[in-house]
């Protein structure tokens, strides 16, 4: 029943900055873990970065101070402001979230639809 949602995605040049967005719905007791991956032709899925409840984050060395998440637990959402973007970020990004359906069950993954960023001048 959970659904992930992104938006903001799309062409900008190399050096360009873009915003996602991922908002969760659906009947939830907890969100753990929430995030982006991406996966780009021919590779791997990847982890982006992902902030737990408590705040903790985690991210690929490649991003480092090039991309920040944030969130907003009211609206069971979090945003991904990518900034000096390169052409090697080219990927179709997916919202992640790590779910507690109810006090009872055991957490699972859940995916968005993925969202297309394209670096390119």
């Known amino acids: 029943q959970v659904q992930l949602v992104e938006s903001g995605g799309g062409l900008v040049q190399p050096g360009g900055s873009l915003r996602l967005s991922c908002a969760a719905s659906g009947s939830m007791f907890s969100i753990y873990n929430m995030g982006w991956y991406r996966q780009a032709p021919g590779n791997q899925r990847e982890l982006v970065i992902t902030?737990?409840?408590?705040?903790?984050?985690n991210y690929a060395d490649s991003v480092k101070g090039r991309f920040t998440i944030s969130r907003d637990s009211a609206k069971n959402t979090v945003y991904l402001q990518m900034n000096r973007l390169k052409p090697e970020d080219t990927a179709v990004y997916y919202c992640?979230?790590?779910?507690?359906?109810?006090?009872?069950?055991?957490?699972?993954?859940?995916w968005g639809q993925g969202t297309q960023v394209t670096v390119s001048s």
């Open positions: 992640y979230a790590a779910v507690a359906l109810d006090i009872m069950t055991p957490v699972k993954d859940y």
């Open positions: 902030i737990t409840s408590g705040g903790r984050t």
